[in-house]
């Protein structure tokens, strides 16, 4: 059974392998494999950083003391854009279609309600069909299209701008 929690700084080894792992099995998280260069502890460090801040979270999604996924919540830095915070999600591809990327939102928006915050927003490659319709099924609206926004595997990429107001 998988359980949705907030992350902590002892999870930075446990991120670090998942956000690689990631970065290796889809073409739709922005790394590409050999690009993350980050090591254990800046990954902690990273972490401690978010958990300082009200405005900022990570979820783990953990099924037997692994993490499978995460969703990541990173809110602005200034006056003006505080209450806005922009969502990176990633579910290992074994646990894809499980709901668990329904069960991350859920536990990630009601923080957000908790803080405060009123705008949700991510990007999501246009053909990430499953993406956008979770998205959409979490209350995410498509406000507009970033052309040519990515190059994936020397093809250039467009990307939805989404978002949630809460």
Known sequence: MVTIR?????DAEALLQLRRQLDAETSFMLLEPDERTAVVEDEYIRIAEILQKE?????????????????????GGFRRNRHSAYIVIGILQAFVGQGIGAKLFTAMEHWARQQGLH?????????????????QKMGFEIEGRKRDSLCVDGRYIDEYSMAKLL
């Open 119 to 135: 705008r949700l927003e991510l990007t999501v490659m246009v053909h990430n069909e499953r993406g956008v319709n979770l998205y």
């Open 55 to 75: 405005n900022q979270r990570i979820f783990a999604a953990e099924q037997d003391k692994k993490l499978v996924g995460y969703l990541s919540a990173i809110g």
């Open 6 to 10: 907030e992350i902590s700084k002892m």
